[in-house]
């Protein structure tokens, strides 16, 4: 049996143990907080910056996308790459 952390993360989607690598996988795609990291990392691949406290709505609105498309990516790079933020990206 893995463990995906010997301490409790503080989400019930991340917590317990799992018998193989395709439930931690399923625990993690269910997980609100790696869907946050995971659209705060797109944002930063497809800008070439880091985000801005002003932009916390470009992220919020993209996190949204993924939610309500379920989890689809084009989805959630559309909802970047429309943005204004990526009008300011880093070459």
Known sequence: MLR????SLGEAALDGPVNNALEMVEKLYRSKRVKQVF??????????????????????????????KGGIMKALLISLLTSDAFLYRTK
Do not use: C, S
């Open 39 to 68: 659209v705060r990392r797109a944002f930063r691949y497809w800008t070439g910056r880091n985000e801005t406290i002003n932009e916390a709505p470009v992220l919020q609105d993209a996190y949204k996308t993924d939610e309500e």
């Open 4 to 7: 995906m952390h010997d301490a």
